[in-house]
């Protein structure tokens, strides 16, 4: 008898992932107030998978309350990066960091831009000068290295890609990334095996 429940469940979350949608994608009042600005960006980043005829709604609203990076949302969902790419541009142009990795990642993955790894690079380096040492960057810097080295092994510039592998492999950068992660993971109330 248990044993039909669970599948039952589980053939319910596989054929009807719809009905499960309102616990992962709250009903909150667009035009309410007192609805905090972390609500409405969780709202845009959840509206993608769990409620995609109102991303619109939600992304320009988180947008309009100073959370640019909701364009990306409306770019993969529309298939136009125009507005979201002449965003992360105009950010970049400032210096700040979000806008400079986000050009990067667009050039780098050819992603509402054509692929350019060249202007990726300079991107990155851009990010890389005007951040390293700066400690709340810490994760990203290493991160950015990791980009490059696997940009310039694909450009088979093996002498650049060890540069980089050294930085991120002095910095464990591989073994915080896990340990952020399990955290993470933890902290949603995922079991994560400890030994792998």
């Given at each position: ?23 992962f ?24 998978m ?20 909701a364009?990306e ?11 979201y ?16 990795l ?6 780098e ?12 690079i300079t ?11 700066i ?6 810097v290493a ?19 060890a ?16 340990a ?17």
């Open positions: 008898m248990n044993q039909i429940i669970v599948i039952t469940l589980c053939f319910s979350v596989v054929l009807c992932p719809r009905s499960f949608a309102g616990t994608f709250p009903k909150h009042d667009i035009n309410d107030p007192n609805l905090s600005n972390d609500t409405v960006m969780l709202q845009c980043k959840k509206s993608l769990y409620a995609p005829s109102q991303l619109e709604m939600w992304c320009e609203r988180a947008y309009e309350v100073g959370y640019w990076q364009l949302v409306i770019a993969l969902h529309t298939g136009d990066g125009s507005h790419v002449a965003e992360a541009q105009k950010h970049a142009e400032n210096g700040e960091p979000d806008g400079i986000a050009l990067a990642f667009a050039y993955s050819g992603r509402f831009v054509p692929q350019n790894l060249h202007k990726s991107l990155y380096n851009q990010y890389l000068n005007d951040n390293k040492g400690e709340e960057e810490k994760m990203r991160a950015t290295h990791e980009d490059l080295y696997l940009i310039y092994t694909e450009l088979g510039n093996f002498e650049k890609a540069e980089h592998k050294r930085f991120f492999d002095e910095n464990n950068y591989i073994e915080n990334k896990d952020i992660l399990k955290k993470q993971m933890n902290e949603a109330g995922i079991p994560v095996d400890s030994e792998q």
